[in-house]
């Protein structure tokens, strides 16, 4: 099992274009999440996912969007980007129900916008 | 609204000493707490979890969490740091529905020879 695999590993970016970082995983998690991590900050949850058909949004949405339109795969797009999108991005996924809290981390998406 | 509070950012032990990471939390009810652990350009995998059963945790690689709630604390401990423990430590709590966690601003654990 490849767990959560997050694609690319490394992208950068002018300021203005746009772009999709992919998330896949195999392991029939059905939630899923995308995270950022900006350095002294934590990670601040983006969007979130409880199913195929359903997201919703996190903490910071905006100039974000989801889409979730199998279990496997999540999608996180950005549209016209920003410098103060530069971060590090994470997808994760979690079993739900009563054994949450548990997540399932990728290996992380390093996004840099000049 | 509930929060975790890492008191340390950067902490650092000479190899084969004891670990202390401090972490306080807000909760208006019994929290769910977790700690995460973060090793360099890799992504964030459970080190424990406490969800209000034994208030003394043992998670992976010989760490353990003490919950306090008289104390609104949550610490990580290890009696014996290796260099292998060098990361980033990330005290996190639950919030709400479908597992949304929100994170401490991590602690950064450096061990030295």
């Known amino acids: 099992n490849a767990g959560v695999t997050q694609t690319p590993k490394f992208r950068i970016l002018k300021i203005g274009q746009s772009m999709t970082l992919q998330c896949t995983q195999d392991m029939n998690h059905n939630y899923m999440y995308w995270y950022r991590q900006d350095p002294g900050m934590g990670l601040k949850l983006i969007y979130y996912?409880?199913?195929?058909?359903?997201?919703d949004k996190g903490e910071v949405p905006n100039g974000y969007n989801v889409s979730r339109s199998t279990t496997e795969d999540f999608p996180l797009r950005l549209e016209l980007a920003a410098p103060s999108q530069t971060s590090v991005y994470f997808c994760a996924c979690a079993m739900g129900g009563s054994n949450t809290g548990e997540l399932f981390f990728g290996e992380g998406s390093r996004l840099t916008v000049l | 609204a509930q929060s975790v509070t890492q008191l340390d950012s950067h902490v650092s032990v000479s190899e084969g000493t004891p670990v202390l990471l401090r972490c306080n939390y807000s909760s208006s009810y019994s929290p769910s707490l977790f700690w995460y652990v973060q090793h360099p350009n890799k992504g964030l995998q459970l080190l424990l979890k406490?969800?209000?059963?034994?208030?003394l945790v043992k998670g992976i690689n010989g760490f353990e969490a003490e919950f306090k709630k008289s104390e609104t604390s949550f610490h990580l401990t290890k009696p014996s740091a290796h260099m292998s423990d060098a990361a980033e430590y990330f005290c996190?709590?639950?919030?709400?529905?479908?597992?949304?966690?929100?994170f401490g601003t991590g602690t950064r654990l450096q061990v030295t020879l």
């Open positions: 996912s409880v199913g195929a058909g359903i997201t």
């Open positions: 996190v709590v639950r919030t709400g529905t479908a597992s949304k966690l929100t």
């Open positions: 406490y969800t209000s059963a034994a208030t």
